[in-house]
């Protein structure tokens, strides 16, 4: 009960000090004010250091001692007056700080895994828009600062975080003065602006989501978040489509992080299928468990349609359900906007939602045990359907085979939603 107190205390400080920084940043606009956001994340090179300033050059870096000059990623361009850099860390690294500022940096073993997904806020068109300027509407800003008092030792962030495609409506006070398109003003209120306490927690795996294709907030993805080399002449002004995975060592846990962001969901895309599927097939020459963490889920519910489920991707069902090796325990995802986790009758890997980060809610998400979706009938798991919050994933420090966890849901008070626990591709949610 005593720690029950304390944290709706810290969630009360938390929400003054938010509506305090979103008071400040109404006030300030207009004002000549410097950007400067500084975070870790992983990517097919390994670690890398990243910074986007609005600076006439990339800063300097203090790697273990020696200097070193960040190396410019992207130079400013239209829309985009800021430039991205990023620097290469070496595995054995034990301090990097940026302008004197201590980054996050990997534990050997990461046993505490944060998961957040579809966190900006939506724009688009008159019947669809979120209220950016009110904090238990769009309280992304929130979560985030409360997540990163979790002190994770990984954040995944599993998707979307571009939404404001088209202007405010006229005369909606709910997202007056918002910005909108694929432009560093959005990418900066969706997401650096209200994640910056959670940047500098804990390294980051970056997922793509379909609002980070090519078409809508791509640019953006592509310049500042991407894992991928940038390369203006590439592209849509750099914006490529999916590439090939890449791994992340946890320790005795290895994470195959995929882009399925453009994946078709009501049709099989065979040429799509043709692409993913030798995907999903190299996790059999991993040794030890594998997690996949990409965007759209496989076989997953959101609504009832006529008594039918829906929520399930045809496309990678076809590419990954002959080829998930057994050692594919669990896949990370987002895209429905609801806290969730699910166990098969098959022999399949545990799917796990977290896209409650910030976006408008999924409100109609059945109980998932017993749906039959796309083939599949799901035999245990929870939804948590109208709840803004975010996700964690923790460790069983007994077990060395990286197989126990203990995955709790949250909303955005930092309060349990529920609680799984995960054990290999078993599934028990008390």
């Not at 400013?76 to 302008?99: F, M, Q």
């Not at 950016?132 to 990984?154: T, V």
């Amino acid at each position: 009960m005593k720690q029950k107190h304390q944290r709706i205390g810290k969630f009360m400080r938390l929400a003054q000090l938010a509506t305090l920084a979103l008071t400040l940043s109404f006030a300030s606009v207009g004002a000549q004010a410097r950007d400067l956001y500084r975070w870790v994340q992983y990517g097919p090179s390994g670690l890398e250091a990243r910074v986007v300033t609005d600076d006439p050059a990339c800063p300097t870096a203090n790697v273990d001692g020696q200097e070193t000059r960040m190396v410019e990623r992207s130079a400013p361009g239209k829309d985009y007056p800021v430039r991205g850099c990023a620097l290469t860390l070496p595995k054995s690294v034990k301090l990097v700080t940026i302008e004197g500022v201590p980054m996050p940096l990997p534990k050997p073993r990461a046993d505490r895994i944060l998961i957040m997904g579809d966190t900006g806020c939506r724009l688009k068109g008159v019947d669809r828009a979120q209220a950016c300027n009110d904090i238990s509407e769009w309280p992304f800003r929130l979560g985030a600062a409360m997540s990163a008092d979790f002190k994770p030792d990984l954040v995944v962030h599993v998707g979307d975080m571009h939404y404001r495609e088209t202007p405010c409506p006229q005369n909606n006070l709910g997202c007056a003065g918002s910005p909108y398109g694929d432009t560093w003003q959005v990418w900066k209120e969706d997401f650096f602006d209200p994640a910056e306490a959670l940047l500098n927690a804990a390294p980051w795996v970056m997922v793509r989501g379909n609002h980070e294709e090519c078409g809508r907030g791509g640019i953006g993805w592509a310049r500042t978040l991407d894992p991928y080399v940038y390369d203006i002449k590439s592209g849509r002004d750099g914006c490529l489509g999916p590439q090939q995975p890449y791994r992340v060592d946890l320790g005795g846990l290895t994470m195959v992080v995929m882009d399925v962001s453009t994946a078709d969901e009501q049709r099989l895309n065979e040429q799509q299928a043709a692409f993913f599927h030798p995907q999903f097939e190299s996790a059999k020459n991993i040794q030890g468990p594998v997690w996949f963490a990409f965007h759209r889920p496989i076989w997953a519910v959101e609504y009832i349609v006529n008594g039918v489920p829906g929520g399930d991707n045809k496309t990678l069902a076809a590419a990954a359900k002959s080829v998930l090796s057994p050692n594919v325990q669990a896949i990370l995802s987002g895209h429905h906007h609801v806290f969730e986790v699910v166990k098969y009758e098959n022999d399949l890997p545990l799917q796990v939602i977290s896209g409650h980060g910030g976006n408008e809610l999924s409100m109609d998400v059945p109980d998932p045990v017993g749906q039959l979706v796309n083939g599949e009938k799901i035999v245990a798991g929870l939804a948590r359907p109208g709840i803004f919050g975010f996700a964690m994933i923790e460790r069983d420090a007994s077990d060395l085979s990286a197989t126990t966890w203990r995955l709790t849901g949250y909303d955005r008070r930092g309060q349990s939603i529920g609680t799984c626990k995960l054990a290999g591709r078993n599934l028990t949610c008390p």
